[in-house]
């Protein structure tokens, strides 16, 4: 179910964005600060918006939402995981081809 809010601008303001879609700008700021906040996921946010998950990435860059947004602990983990794969890779990438 969609809902509807009203905001209220001063005139002034209204007038810097003759001939563009408020609500769509809206919508797009009040879903970038969501996927800001954690509050939903990268694919929410683009089913949201109706774009693709590489149009979200730039609308992201434009309002300068990071991609990756670990904290200490989970870049860490991150990094040990990745470590951990290449060295079986490099393991497996050693091992003679078997006949």
Do not use: C, W
Request: proline share 3%; aromatic share 4%.
């Amino acid at each position: 179910m969609a809902h509807s809010i009203e905001v209220s601008l001063p005139e002034e303001m209204l007038k810097t964005f003759e001939r563009e879609d408020l609500s769509a700008k809206a919508k797009e700021a009040l879903v970038m600060t969501l996927v800001r906040e954690h509050r939903i996921s990268q694919g929410k946010a683009a089913e949201l918006l109706g774009v693709s998950r590489y149009q979200l990435a730039d609308l992201m860059a434009k309002h300068h939402v990071p991609a990756f947004d670990y904290s200490d602990d989970e870049l860490a983990r991150e990094v040990r995981a990745a470590n951990r794969l290449a060295s079986q890779v490099r393991r497996r990438r050693k091992k003679p081809a078997r006949r």
